[in-house]
């Protein structure tokens, strides 16, 4: 009888670990392909330069689905303006054709070419703001969504980094 007396709450034990092993991964839904894709293209070019990936947030990915949808309902698919917003941002617009996530961040970080970091400056006449926020070593968290403007077809994307960057004067990586 000892023996039973052990094992029984020893099993109990053990179930109770599996079921919340269990639960755990069911929770951990497996990302969209959209969403893997923009997470890689992402964290491509951050190892480029020696960043650790961002983790995808589901959180901000709602956070920018719904404004993208807002943005194309309410405000005929017009650039959000973010800049009161409490995460960092990149936006693009694309006319009248398919823009696949890569697309969306390989437009984003092609700025790179205008980026020194050596003196953290951008070429005259260039802009570097997408490519640093792709890149910012403190943004540890990513969402992004899309939407395909009726009218005419185009597309815009929004991602929301958390916690933002792109900080006057100081550096990206």
Partial sequence: ????????????????????LISA???EAPLSAA??????????????????PLKWSESLANATSRLVRYQR?????????????KYGWN???????????????????KEKEF???????????????VYTQVVWRKSLELGCAQATCTKDQSRLSICFYNPPGNYVGESPY
């Fill in 91 to 109: 936006q693009l617009w694309a006319s009248g054709q398919v823009v696949t996530p890569t697309m969306v961040v390989d437009a984003w970080v």
């Fill in 1 to 20: 009888m000892g023996q039973h007396a052990l094992s029984v709450p020893l099993l109990a034990v053990a179930l109770a670990i599996c079921y919340t």
């Fill in 35 to 52: 969403a893997t894709e923009y997470l890689q293209a992402h964290n491509q070019a951050r190892a480029a330069v020696g960043v650790p």
């Fill in 25 to 27: 991964s069911a929770a």
């Fill in 115 to 129: 980026y020194n970091h050596t003196d953290n400056t951008c070429v005259p006449n260039h802009q570097c703001g």
């Fill in 73 to 85: 309902d309410k405000m005929g698919c017009n650039f959000a303006n973010l800049i009161s917003g």
